[in-house]
């Protein structure tokens, strides 16, 4: 069965400092996709960035990269320039190609310091 | 407007109580879900529906079932609520399940006594 693991339950960061938030996965699958959401204290979520396992470029969306490890199953998620609307809970993803099924991390709870 | 919204937002009940959450959405969607978020789990998934007519069970369904009114609209109840079932309840939509992301209502909490 796929596993996500996000090891840090809480994190904190310094206003315009960078951190990055670690996210392991175990499947025997090779094509996958790989996601990462945002939770703000509204409750909402939302996606911040994706990663499809066949491509070997990290991707990235203005602030936020992911270092993406395929042999290792790393997924971390690198947030450059932190702000305080960053705080928030952060959630890795993990779809398996061709299912409906998200297997979702535990979260880190990342707090910006000002 | 949100294009997917929950109601109630927040509610607290008694045990052994039946109680329905709602979800609509205006995205257009054929594929909803719904999911449960407990502290220190994650979202974990209840039932999700692809259409209409296409209802299935996911990893936590005991307890719960689903009513899938119109593509738009697919309901949550509880027929007789516990104290474990209190928890932030997601419902979600997407185009099809492949790579595409998944957008989420607001968000109810619900608290049982």
């Known amino acids: 069965a796929q596993t996500v693991t996000q090891s840090q339950p809480e994190m904190s960061v310094q206003e315009a400092e960078t951190v990055t938030l670690s996210c392991t996965y175990d499947t025997s699958e090779s094509n996958y996709y790989l996601f990462w959401y945002k939770q703000p204290p509204s409750r909402q979520m939302i996606l911040v960035i994706r990663q499809e396992a066949y491509k070997q470029q990290n991707a990235t969306e203005n602030r936020f990269s992911v270092n993406f490890q395929k042999a290792a199953k790393s997924f971390s998620l690198k947030i450059s320039d932190s702000q305080l609307g960053d705080t928030a809970m952060y959630f890795c993803a993990f779809q398996t190609s061709g299912t409906y099924k998200y297997i979702f991390g535990t979260g880190t709870r990342l707090k910006v310091l000002a | 407007d949100a294009d997917v919204t929950q109601t109630p937002r927040n509610r607290i009940t008694k045990t052994g109580k039946r109680i329905m959450l709602e979800c609509s959405q205006t995205?257009?969607?054929?594929?909803m879900y719904w999911y449960r978020q407990d502290p220190g789990l994650g979202l974990r998934l209840i039932y999700y529906?692809?259409?209409?007519?296409?209802?299935n069970k996911g990893e936590i369904s005991d307890g719960y079932s689903v009513s899938r009114q119109a593509q738009a609209k697919f309901s949550l109840s509880l027929e007789s609520a516990i104290p474990n079932q209190t928890a932030l309840y997601f419902c979600?939509?997407?185009?099809?399940?492949?790579?595409?992301?998944?957008?989420f209502g607001p968000g109810t909490r619900l608290t049982v006594l």
């Open positions: 529906s692809f259409d209409v007519k296409d209802i």
């Open positions: 995205k257009g969607h054929d594929r």
């Open positions: 979600a939509t997407s185009v099809d399940p492949f790579m595409n992301e998944q957008f």
